[in-house]
T-cell receptor
């Protein structure tokens, strides 16, 4: 299995709802990421998990809560979102086999989130 | 700090035309360089990569050469197809698992 999967593909939620995004990879990668992408922009990094521990939080509002239950699975819990949080949410993973600045990231297809 | 500068789009071409999308970078040390492609409604796919100076990455007819002397990693294809219409991102890996992306270049190919 050489891909990153994400569910759901689309999600519409109200500002008072609680929902979760799920990401899975079975490539044995040890780093996993959440990105947010607005239209016509590059992805913006939100969180990085390295060896199942949160290593980077890019000052993301607490209404976004990441979780890494095991090395293959990454969740993003959403609560009390705002309409401006509507975006494409991308998950990625990286093998981290090489020290330094050589490791590519493999992206999932994304979840299109709309907050009403 | 490190940065990536990518040519503005959109780039509009007829089928079978030659494509160049410029990418220049500023970086300390000698990181890898990547091109990612994002087709409409999809996530990013790694298109090609180069891990050291003078390396040429290639995939699906696309090529890019890591040029240290000009700090460039331009993407080229000899004959584009309608199916190549997408957004292309140049990317530079950082320490601590981060990627710096260029702003993206939208390519539109017409029959």
């Amino acid at each position: 299995d050489t891909e990153v999967t994400q569910t759901p593909k689309h999600l519409v939620m109200g500002m008072t709802n609680k929902k979760s995004l799920k990401c899975e990879q079975h490539m044995g990668h040890r780093a996993m990421y959440w990105y947010k992408q607005k239209a016509k922009k590059p992805p913006e990094l939100m969180f990085v998990y390295s060896y199942e521990k949160l290593s980077i939080n890019e000052s993301v509002p607490s209404r976004f809560s990441p979780e890494c239950p095991n090395s293959s699975l990454l969740n993003l819990h959403l609560h009390a979102l705002q309409p401006e949080d509507s975006a494409l949410y991308l998950c990625a993973s990286s093998p981290r086999e090489l020290a330094g600045r050589y490791n590519e990231q493999f992206f999932g297809p994304g979840t299109r989130l709309t907050v009403l | 700090g490190d940065s990536v500068t990518q040519m503005e789009g959109p780039v509009t071409l007829s089928e079978e035309a030659f494509l160049t999308i410029n990418c220049t970078y500023t970086a300390t040390g000698y990181p890898s360089l990547f091109w990612y492609v994002q087709y409409p409604g999809e996530g990013l796919q790694l298109l090609l990569k180069a891990t050291k100076a003078d390396d040429k990455g290639s995939n699906k007819g696309f090529e890019a050469t890591y040029r240290k002397e000009t700090t460039s990693f331009h993407l080229e294809k000899g004959s584009v197809q309608v199916s190549d219409s997408a957004v292309y991102f140049c990317a530079l890996p950082q320490f601590a698992d981060k990627l710096i992306f260029g702003t993206g270049t939208r390519l539109q190919v017409f029959p």
